[in-house]
């Protein structure tokens, strides 16, 4: 019903940029909503960033500053831009999906669609 695919992972020093992006594909006229998550190898799964139907954006406290969030609804991809990116950063990340609402939220619970993942490394 939804398909996720993310793309844009890769390896990078400290100090270094990455943009991520996810591709959405949609079965019905539902509107979803989107949140970027990250998971580091024997830890659990952090909410980076949440979109609303309102267009806002929460950033986890983490990456506020360092992340930038964008969308383009046309073409249901969302993005994220990573600079400054240190070791910390390094994690699998990965879109998802909820049913939309004013509502924002970083709970991994509140969403129903996850992508596979892409890898981000950051080396020292």
């Known amino acids: 019903q939804v398909q996720l695919v993310e793309s844009g992972g890769g390896s990078v020093q400290a100090g270094g940029s990455l943009t991520l992006s996810c591709t959405a594909s949609?079965?019905?006229?539902?509107?979803?909503?989107m949140g970027w998550f990250r998971q580091a190898s024997g830890k659990g799964r952090e909410g980076v960033v949440s979109?609303?139907?309102?267009?806002?954006?929460k950033y986890a406290e983490s990456v506020r500053g360092r992340f930038t969030a964008s969308r383009d609804a046309a073409k249901n991809i969302v993005y994220l831009q990573m600079s400054n990116l240190q070791p910390q950063d390094t994690a699998m990340y990965y879109c998802?999906?909820?049913?939309?609402?004013?509502?924002?939220?970083?709970?991994?619970?509140?969403?129903?669609?996850w992508g596979q993942g892409t890898q981000v490394t950051v080396s020292s």
């Open positions: 998802a999906a909820r049913r939309c609402s004013l509502w924002l939220t970083l709970g991994q619970s509140d969403y129903s669609y």
């Open positions: 949609f079965a019905t006229d539902t509107p979803y909503c």
């Open positions: 979109f609303n139907s309102e267009k806002n954006i």
